[in-house]
């Protein structure tokens, strides 16, 4: 009998499972794992991404090692990392792959291993896998890769377990949802390929493996309970379906001999992705098609283009900023676009390469997006003019934006440029017309300016990098996030996780090694002239104070429901504060007057909503106790004048990434009730 030992060199096993962000389901993985009675198991839980949700699991479960990867590498990115760590800690003899949302049964770890270790050449083993383990639903009983079809399937799936698979057999196909891999058939075979990036990476493993000797083993005494797709959705959803056909040709490619090839591609693919598209059209499913065929694209530019390949994130269907084939866009017509007319534009143009930063005379940033952004953007103005005190720093912005640049003391000259799909000014065809007159102007101001150095901070489709590449700017900074990427000079990759502002810094890092960031000031956007004929009209003395409530968002609140509170709530902010004797100033734009009335009625909060301007509504914010508002540019306006500011931010946007900077700015969820809102603002009334 083999004795085991506690020694660095000898730990039995190391069974790592990625952590995706479902916090109960890895709960209850882990405990199944503690519950086995194998004797020498390091568990090893790998945080594949920015979940940031973990610290509750280690707090529970000390025994256990946690590590984090900034980026989710997607399950072979995560599983290599997993077993390279492994390695780093414990050298175990065996590695057990194991998804989170599956649970193990008692017993499970040693009936997986005791065979590898009678026969020395079976690499892999597999246990026998439930989706539903009460009614003995079969999930896969090991599995079986059909050669002309290229397909791998999971025996049993969805049939009733009576005992038809109790033997133990060799396979030529094992899923890695629950995988015991020995150490030294990884040391032949080597890392999962992570080109799969998700799903069929385990099929190609297995497909390496065999070639090299290895056997693969289906273990019908060790058991496991799989839910299925718990981390990213159904069979028939885009993120599935982009990978499902995207991988399947890769498999191809890589383990199939070249009559098996010709078969596939002349013969059955016709016939099957003509089923699947019924198949979705009757589900109803049109997303998942695009997707498919997104997928089918990239790996026919990848294997007969060498095009780099590029992952599609799980969350693109979810409004955040997540990277989709290098591309900030959920819309899978809008991607296939892009990634068509990159790849031609590829083709016949070739930037000049930057490879030692010019001194420039005069710098031109590009923010063509709203208030808010525009704002934010400013942070980097101290930096590039301590780095280039004798540049022209000039600004290309939307016409809406003018108000917080012109009079900036870092900016030298501002242009308009109004992109008709950022533009809420106007009808759709007015949009189009202004901004084709904008762009005549622009190229013209741009050829006779010739600006040393051009950076565009909008990392989003619609970007200004075309205008930029037609006006002949020697030097092209921006992110290839939104499209256009051939006409750079130079890429910045974009970061997920940071705030908006320290991507702003990555761009000028390019031409300011170390730019530092300095506290800005917007106090030349007040105008007492404005301001004090406001004051004394409602008698604002030195001993009235007020606080701003600014509750929606414009235009967008019929489109952006998710961003705004409940009118009921907002009522009792203004109830409150006239109980504490502090009067109410309701601000917002023309478009939100239907609201500040419904709201305001009734009530001595003083409503001003399409009556402020820029100057006037910073002066408000000045002289004000605090500012109560959603989402918008107002919060990033009080958090630059460094007043009072809480800030209800809805579930769909990252408050690492959006929220204003200030050291008396508070955030809190829209999902919450005024009294928390309240018990925030009871600071400010005192």
Known sequence: MHMYSEKKDSLAISTII?????????????????????????????????????QTLKNEFTSVTFLSLKKNLGFAGGINFGIAQATRLWKPEFYFILNNDAEIKQGCLLELVNPMKEDSSIGLSAPKIFSNFEKKILWAAGGEFIVWRSLAKNRGLNKLDIGQYERKEKCNFLSACALMIKRETIENVGEFDEVFFTYSEDLDYCLRAQKLGWKLLYVPKAEVVHLGSKSSGGEFEPYQSFYRWRNRLLVIYKNSKLQNRILFLLFLFPLIIMRDMLRYLRLKKINSILFCWLG?????????????????????????????????????????????LDFFLSQVVHPKKIFSMPSPKKILIVKIDHLGDVLMSLQILPAIKNSFPNAEIHYIAGSWAVPILKENPFIHQVYTFNHFLLNRQGCLFQSIYKMILDTFFILKKMRDEKYDLSLDLRAYFPNFIPFLFLAGNKVRIGFPTGGFSSLLNIKIDWREGIHETEHFFDLIKEMIPNPKREPISVDYLISENELKPFLDKYDFGKTKNFILLHPFSGANLKNQQSKHWKISEWKKIISYLENANIQPIMTGSIDDLPFTRELTESSSCINLAGRTTIPLLAGLIKKAKGVVCIDTFIAHLSSCINQETIILFNQNRSPEQWMPFGDHTK??????????????????VK
């Not at 995706?20 to 594949?48: A, H, M, W």
């Not at 990277?323 to 900030?328: E, I, Q, R, T, Y």
């Not at 955030?667 to 400010?684: F, P, R, T």
Request: proline share 4%; with cysteine.
């Open 18 to 54: 990625l952590h995706f962000g479902n916090e109960q389901l890895t709960r209850n993985c882990i405990q199944s794992v503690l519950n086995d009675s194998y004797p020498i198991n390091k568990i090893l839980v790998i945080e594949n991404g920015l979940q940031k949700n973990t």
């Open 296 to 340: 089918l694209i990239q790996s026919i530019f990848f294997l007969f283009l060498k095009k780099k390949i590029q992952p599609l994130s799980p969350n693109f269907n979810q409004n955040g900023d997540r990277l989709n084939f290098g591309l900030l866009a959920k819309n899978p017509l809008l991607i296939f676009f892009i990634k068509i």
């Open 667 to 684: 955030i809190i969820s829209i999902q919450k009730n005024a009294g928390d809102v309240i018990l925030l603002m009871k600071e400010w």
